[in-house]
Protein backbone atom coordinates (compact mmCIF):
# COMPACT_ATOMS: atom_id res chain seq x y z
CA UNK A 1 0.00 0.00 0.00
CA UNK A 2 2.64 2.24 0.70
CA UNK A 3 4.44 2.11 -2.56
CA UNK A 4 1.24 2.78 -4.42
CA UNK A 5 1.24 6.18 -2.04
CA UNK A 6 4.39 6.95 -3.12
CA UNK A 7 4.16 6.56 -7.35
CA UNK A 8 0.92 8.60 -6.48
CA UNK A 9 2.95 11.64 -4.62
CA UNK A 10 5.52 10.90 -7.69
CA UNK A 11 3.06 11.37 -9.91
CA UNK A 12 1.65 14.23 -8.29
CA UNK A 13 5.42 15.99 -8.15
CA UNK A 14 6.35 15.27 -11.42
CA UNK A 15 3.23 17.11 -13.09
CA UNK A 16 3.91 19.84 -10.72
CA UNK A 17 7.18 20.14 -12.37
CA UNK A 18 5.59 20.39 -16.03
CA UNK A 19 3.47 23.02 -15.13
CA UNK A 20 6.22 25.26 -13.38
CA UNK A 21 8.34 24.25 -16.49
CA UNK A 22 6.14 25.33 -18.61
CA UNK A 23 5.23 28.32 -17.21
CA UNK A 24 8.99 29.74 -16.34
CA UNK A 25 10.79 27.21 -18.96
CA UNK A 26 13.71 26.74 -16.92
CA UNK A 27 15.00 23.83 -14.71
CA UNK A 28 16.46 23.68 -11.04
CA UNK A 29 18.92 21.09 -10.84
CA UNK A 30 20.60 21.37 -7.75
CA UNK A 31 21.88 24.90 -7.50
CA UNK A 32 22.12 25.54 -10.88
CA UNK A 33 19.46 26.23 -13.56
CA UNK A 34 19.20 25.28 -16.94
CA UNK A 35 17.33 27.73 -19.15
CA UNK A 36 15.01 26.86 -22.18
CA UNK A 37 14.15 30.59 -23.31
CA UNK A 38 16.41 30.69 -26.22
CA UNK A 39 16.27 27.23 -27.14
CA UNK A 40 13.41 27.31 -29.33
CA UNK A 41 11.24 24.47 -29.62
CA UNK A 42 13.68 22.42 -27.64
CA UNK A 43 11.90 22.84 -24.19
CA UNK A 44 9.50 20.33 -25.27
CA UNK A 45 11.62 17.33 -24.99
CA UNK A 46 11.87 18.10 -21.27
CA UNK A 47 8.42 18.30 -21.04
CA UNK A 48 7.44 15.13 -22.50
CA UNK A 49 10.18 13.46 -20.17
CA UNK A 50 7.79 14.96 -17.38
CA UNK A 51 4.30 14.03 -18.48
CA UNK A 52 5.54 10.38 -19.27
CA UNK A 53 6.94 10.09 -16.37
CA UNK A 54 4.03 11.56 -14.77
CA UNK A 55 1.50 9.12 -16.49
CA UNK A 56 3.66 6.27 -15.62
CA UNK A 57 3.48 7.23 -11.97
CA UNK A 58 -0.25 7.14 -11.76
CA UNK A 59 0.19 4.13 -13.35
CA UNK A 60 1.69 2.38 -10.82
CA UNK A 61 -0.68 4.08 -8.21
CA UNK A 62 -3.78 3.23 -9.60
CA UNK A 63 -3.03 0.13 -11.47
CA UNK A 64 -4.85 -3.27 -11.21
CA UNK A 65 -3.65 -5.88 -8.55
CA UNK A 66 -4.60 -8.43 -11.33
CA UNK A 67 -2.00 -7.34 -13.08
CA UNK A 68 0.65 -8.37 -10.74
CA UNK A 69 1.90 -11.87 -11.05
CA UNK A 70 2.20 -13.78 -7.28
CA UNK A 71 4.36 -15.79 -6.91
CA UNK A 72 4.25 -18.88 -4.00
CA UNK A 73 6.21 -18.57 -0.99
CA UNK A 74 6.49 -22.47 -0.46
CA UNK A 75 7.44 -25.33 -3.44
CA UNK A 76 6.90 -28.84 -1.32
CA UNK A 77 7.28 -32.41 -2.64
CA UNK A 78 4.27 -34.42 -2.30
CA UNK A 79 6.60 -37.59 -2.48
CA UNK A 80 8.79 -37.16 0.52
CA UNK A 81 7.05 -34.23 2.28
CA UNK A 82 10.30 -32.02 1.88
CA UNK A 83 9.60 -27.82 1.89
CA UNK A 84 11.66 -25.73 0.09
CA UNK A 85 11.44 -22.28 -0.16
CA UNK A 86 10.38 -20.71 -3.82
CA UNK A 87 13.89 -18.49 -4.25
CA UNK A 88 15.66 -21.38 -3.70
CA UNK A 89 14.14 -23.82 -6.24
CA UNK A 90 12.85 -21.28 -9.43
CA UNK A 91 16.52 -21.55 -11.07
CA UNK A 92 16.19 -25.47 -10.67
CA UNK A 93 13.08 -26.14 -12.59
CA UNK A 94 11.33 -27.06 -9.83
CA UNK A 95 12.66 -30.67 -8.63
CA UNK A 96 13.32 -32.02 -5.82
CA UNK A 97 16.91 -32.47 -4.86
CA UNK A 98 16.15 -36.00 -3.35
CA UNK A 99 13.73 -37.68 -5.18
CA UNK A 100 13.73 -35.82 -8.52
CA UNK A 101 10.01 -34.99 -8.72
CA UNK A 102 8.01 -31.72 -9.59
CA UNK A 103 7.35 -29.64 -6.75
CA UNK A 104 4.18 -27.87 -6.22
CA UNK A 105 2.98 -24.77 -5.08
CA UNK A 106 2.27 -25.06 -1.16
CA UNK A 107 -1.05 -23.24 0.00
CA UNK A 108 -0.99 -22.02 3.81
CA UNK A 109 -4.84 -22.41 3.72
CA UNK A 110 -4.80 -24.11 7.05
CA UNK A 111 -5.79 -27.62 4.77
CA UNK A 112 -2.78 -28.82 6.01
CA UNK A 113 -2.73 -28.08 9.54
CA UNK A 114 -6.09 -29.75 9.59
CA UNK A 115 -4.94 -32.94 8.26
CA UNK A 116 -1.20 -32.94 10.52
CA UNK A 117 -3.49 -31.71 13.87
CA UNK A 118 -1.72 -35.25 16.08
CA UNK A 119 1.80 -33.48 15.24
CA UNK A 120 0.90 -30.25 16.15
CA UNK A 121 -0.14 -31.42 19.63
CA UNK A 122 -3.39 -29.55 19.42
CA UNK A 123 -6.38 -31.67 21.44
CA UNK A 124 -9.07 -33.10 19.41
CA UNK A 125 -12.53 -31.81 19.96
CA UNK A 126 -14.80 -34.25 22.29
CA UNK A 127 -17.64 -35.91 20.88
CA UNK A 128 -20.73 -34.76 22.59
CA UNK A 129 -23.01 -37.85 23.83
CA UNK A 130 -26.45 -37.84 21.82
CA UNK A 131 -29.05 -37.92 24.68
CA UNK A 132 -32.33 -39.90 23.75
CA UNK A 133 -36.03 -38.38 25.42
CA UNK A 134 -37.72 -41.13 27.30
CA UNK A 135 -41.34 -42.09 26.32
Known amino acids: MSDRIGYFFLGVVLF ?3 IIFAVNKNIKIGEKYIKFDD ?3 LWILPAIVFLI ?3 YGFYFAFRSEKSIKRYPEYMWC ?3 GKFYRYEDVKDTDQ ?3 YCGKK ?3 YKNDGVYRQRNASDQSTKTPKRKKRKF ?3
Do not use: F, N, Q, V
Open 16 to 18: LYL
Open 39 to 41: AGS
Open 53 to 55: MGI
Open 78 to 80: ADC
Open 95 to 97: ICS
Open 103 to 105: LTE
Open 133 to 135: KKR
